[in-house]
């Protein structure tokens, strides 16, 4: 990395710590040349593997598009569809896996969007799941309705405690 005053292409380490509960590096380096000191970062870069074999860096806003379109129509902003770019960014980084195959992001965006609005995430799970007939719909339903029930119960518990 050149040297932000002098384009001097040499320089020295001096610090270096973890950030970010270890997925940067801060560094601090100084130039061997005019012996100013600039910081550096560096991020592990989560890889996303497509099924044609090429891999391109994962991203929040293709996250947020992708779930943009599910969620045409339903009452979902997008500080809501941001934040849950995010918590699927943290739930992949979070396996410690350096590379993930796209059809896995988007199982990962499944529970998430789940949460946020049931419409939009049948509209989601559709496509992910290449349903094919009415009956994956109705298994699909039956699943989401399982699970809203589950939640209801445990929040009504919550309450009586
Ligand atoms: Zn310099």
Do not use: W
Not at 2 to 27: L, T, W, Y
Not at 46 to 56: D, F
Not at 80 to 90: G, N, P, S
């Amino acid at each position: 990395m050149r040297c932000p005053f002098c384009r001097h292409a040499d320089s020295r380490v001096v610090d270096s710590r973890e950030v970010d509960e270890g997925q940067a590096i801060r560094r601090r380096r100084s130039c061997s040349a005019c012996g100013r000191r600039f910081t550096t970062s560096e991020t592990m870069v989560l890889a996303v593997v497509k099924r044609s074999g090429v891999t391109e860096q994962f991203s929040r806003d293709k996250v947020v598009r992708g779930v943009r379109r599910a969620c045409q129509g339903r009452p979902v902003d997008d500080d809501a569809l941001q934040k849950l770019a995010q918590q699927v960014e943290e739930s992949i980084r979070a396996t410690g896996v350096a590379e993930i195959p796209s059809h896995e992001v988007g199982l990962a965006i499944l529970g998430p969007l789940r949460e946020l609005d049931a419409v939009a995430y049948l509209r989601f799970a559709s496509v992910y799941r290449s349903f094919s007939s009415i009956e994956d719909f109705e298994a699909e339903i039956k699943n989401l309705r399982e699970a809203i029930a589950e939640s209801e119960s445990s929040a009504q518990q919550d309450h009586s405690d």
